[in-house]
């Protein structure tokens, strides 16, 4: 796991769903996003995407997101992971 990624990511979702930092802190891997956070609906989706893109400095494509990318932090986290480490 990188650390940096995991902090920023944090940040960002904190950011774009107007999370609080403690509670954002407090996710685990298993932590469950969309379909388990009221504040990450379809509409934040699209925000969240894009402010990661932005943000982290990677391209997602429309066919990379899916339910089980968006799951949970951990998933989240490591699509990131992999997506910075191919660029």
């Excluded at 989706?45 to 997602?60: F, K």
């Amino acid at each position: 796991m990188d650390s940096t990624t995991d902090q920023r990511l944090r940040l960002i979702l904190s950011d774009v769903l107007g999370l609080s930092p403690d509670r954002v802190a407090g996710f685990s891997a298993e932590t469950g996003l969309f379909g388990h956070l009221p504040e990450l609906d379809s509409m934040a989706v699209a925000g969240l995407l894009t402010e990661i893109e932005d943000r982290l400095d990677i391209v997602i494509d429309d066919d990379e997101v899916d339910g089980e990318m968006l799951g949970s932090f951990g998933s989240l986290r490591n699509f990131v992971e992999a997506k910075r480490k191919r660029t």
